[in-house]
T-cell receptor, first 112, second 112 residues
């Protein structure tokens, strides 16, 4: 069955450093992948979408890569700030539908 | 735009009681999703509607769960009878077909 894995352990980094989060998937080849941010007590908020024919996508301090050979996406936040502290989820559409499977998320804490 | 609106934000009730969660999607969105989020299992899709029609309810745990979408601006998720293991945060999300999803802020449900 289709499966997504994100590092369940929290990631703590110092302010100003680059945070890198990983999303690995198995057993299928999605046409695109999405990243969401979730703050405590709130619903996930869409950040970025990257398609299978795109190697990299940027939005301000965010960068996403998509390696379809490794079946992996990396999510980078450069010049991280305490306000970037949140849980970050990756999501992939299931084959042939608009249903999405979400990873369990990685909690990021940026220390001032 | 007001975003996806869910009610109530919190619900505490005793096992065996009927629980009804409500969702108002973003106007113009034709896809609606109900999710359940727990620490152990992350974000799980329960049911997906397209143009008010249930397309996939394979994630609904059992017959105690039911969902309806009587019109494009309203959906309900009902649990009857409720059990302690149903305690979770329930999210509603809407989207234009194939576009990123917009989530509400969820209903935190506690079954005693």
């Amino acid at each position: 069955s289709q499966k997504i894995e994100q590092n369940s352990e929290a990631l703590n980094i110092q302010e100003g450093k680059t945070a890198t989060l990983t999303c690995n998937y198995t057993n299928y080849s999605p046409a695109y992948l999405q990243w969401y941010r979730q703050d405590p007590g709130r619903g996930p908020v869409f950040l970025l979408l990257i398609r299978e024919n795109e190697k990299e996508k940027r939005k301000e301090r965010l960068k996403v890569t998509f390696d379809t050979t490794l079946k992996q996406s990396l999510f980078h936040i450069t010049a991280s700030q305490p306000a970037d502290s949140a849980t970050y989820l990756c999501a992939l559409p299931t084959s042939g539908t608009y249903k999405y499977i979400f990873g369990t998320g990685t909690r990021l804490k940026v220390l001032a | 735009d007001a975003g996806v609106i869910q009610s109530p934000r919190h619900e505490v009730t005793e096992m065996g009681q009927e629980v009804t969660l409500r969702c108002k999607p973003i106007s113009g969105h034709n896809s609606l999703f109900w999710y359940r989020q727990t620490m152990m299992r992350g974000l799980e899709l329960l049911i997906y509607f397209n143009n008010n029609v249930p397309i996939d309810d394979s994630g609904m745990p059992e017959d105690r769960f039911s969902a309806k979408m009587p019109n494009a601006s309203f959906s309900t998720l009902k649990i009857q009878p409720s059990e302690p293991r149903d305690s979770a945060v329930y999210f509603c999300a809407s989207s234009q077909e194939g576009q990123p999803q917009h989530f509400g802020d969820g209903t935190r449900l506690s079954i005693l």
